[in-house]
């Protein structure tokens, strides 16, 4: 029999050989952008808004509809500003509430969180979507509205502002669905308008909103953008409960 | 096999579950306890809807929230109230169901056929379906979770708001799915399960009260349920499960363990069972 002593690692030197093994056998997770096209390529874009076409429909209304009202707004206040930095989101805005709402109402929200395809990779997806499209038609929107305002401020600067304005609500409204139940849905849209409410009750804060130079906006935007990646990011990788709203009835 | 180690729930301060460990294997197994007893709870952490508090669920050995995808791929699930889009048909719905579950159109196309006969949709399969019946959802529900050919089927109160008659056609419908896989079925309707169910799961103050097959739960009542003409005082210790109606009138279905004056012994049904386990004020 053999008496001799086998050497035993310290405890540092068992971690580092674990964690050289996990290394090796876990291959990395994939970035979240490739994920995401990994999702869209599976399900195709009819699936990704299917059921959503009506509440699409009703969003381009509402939004063509805040025109007039904006348009009104400027005319009261004096200044596009404070209009541009309500409304600019509106679109946005309206497409997340009213799919979101569809979905619970429809009882479909839980129910996909079973299915083989993420939801939280689906829903992200079309944030993506509603985002692009509100992107897409800021620029006519602007446009529009420069033409109808007497090209009273560059159409740069309104677009800077429109899309710094986008790009925080969207980051607001990711941030905000850590928040459990319908708070997490409403907090945002709450929030934007009592912000938005601001500079249109108060001429000070509007006169402070339209002195704001153009690479300012530039810069809250880029600042919104990457707020809102990184949330985006978040919200599809965090454990979270499908069925919370269960807990919450 | 799916495996559920001492799982508790918690909302809050509110114990949902408490130590719950169970074992399924392929078979149907019937969730049966009154609303409120933690059923619901339990289905949607084993559809990873919620997680556990404590414990973990377990298919074939890994975690099924670590397994992801995976899970739900080899999951069918009807919940309590099926969620559809009333303007579509059901072949289009389940056409969407199929992309979510990642099944390949064509494929999908042959499955979508063969389960709309199985649920007798076939004739209506391209008719919209807010003129539906709540039992013509339900088959539609039972299709969809159905689609993937699941390993685990699990459905959530299946035939509340459905008539006999369509309780009766779910429930062979059922039957006739359960094949090699584990079907889990939540009630409170005990003839939901009774004649399908090979397993019967519990819950009592919020923890697991017995997983066992019909047989057995209803023999732990043996020689302890008589009937009594009805209008028949109750003495201490005789407890009131039903009234109904025997051969000869009106009859009390009583459970004591002492057989009393004019009483005929009665073989107990499950939901004998199911009112003494949960008979109210039980010590």
Known sequence: ?249 | MLSVEHVTKKYGQFTALEDISLTFTPGVYGLLAPNGAGKTTLIKMLTTLLFPTRGQILWEGEDIQALGAEYRGLLGYLPQQFGYYPNYTPRHFLRYAAALQCIPRREADGRIDQLLETVGLRDIADKKMKKFSGGMLQRVGIAVAMLNDPQLLILDEPTAGLDPRERVRFRNLIHALSGERIVILSTHIVSDIETIAGQIIMFRDHRLYCCDSPAHICAQFQGQVFQLPAGTSLAPGQFLLSEGQGADGPVLRVLCEMPPVNGTPVTPGLEDAFLAIYREGQP
Do not use: H
Not at chain 1, 196 to 211: D, F, K, M, S
């Open chain 1, 1 to 249: 029999m053999c008496n001799q002593k086998i050497p035993m690692p310290t405890e540092a030197e068992k971690q580092r050989a674990i964690a050289r093994i996990l290394d090796v056998s876990l291959s990395p997770r994939p970035s979240l952008g490739r994920e995401l096209l990994e999702t869209l390529r599976a399900v195709g874009v009819p699936v990704l808004f299917f059921g959503t076409w009506d509440c699409l429909a009703l969003s381009l209304l509402i939004w063509a509809l805040s025109l007039l009202p904006a348009l009104v707004l400027a005319g009261s206040t004096g200044s596009l500003a404070p209009a541009l930095f309500l409304f600019s989101p509106l679109l946005y805005a309206a497409l997340s509430l009213l799919t979101g709402w569809k979905d619970l109402q429809t009882g479909l929200w839980e129910w996909t969180w079973t299915f083989r395809v993420s939801a939280r990779m689906v829903a992200a997806l079309r944030m993506l979507g509603f985002g692009g499209v509100s992107v897409l038609l800021c620029v006519p929107a602007n446009w529009a509205l420069w033409l109808l305002t007497g090209q009273e401020r560059s159409f740069g600067w309104m677009l800077a502002l429109s899309l710094a304005s986008l790009f925080l609500y969207g980051a607001l409204s990711l941030l905000c669905q850590r928040l459990r139940g319908p708070a997490g849905w409403l907090a945002a849209p709450v929030c934007w308008v009592l912000l938005g409410l601001v500079p249109l009750i108060w001429p000070r804060a509007a006169e402070w909103l339209t002195a704001v130079p153009t690479v300012v906006f530039c810069l809250l935007a880029a600042a919104g953008i990457t707020m809102y990646l990184l949330e985006l990011r978040r919200f599809c990788r965090r454990p979270m409960e499908g069925g919370v709203s269960y807990a919450f009835r």
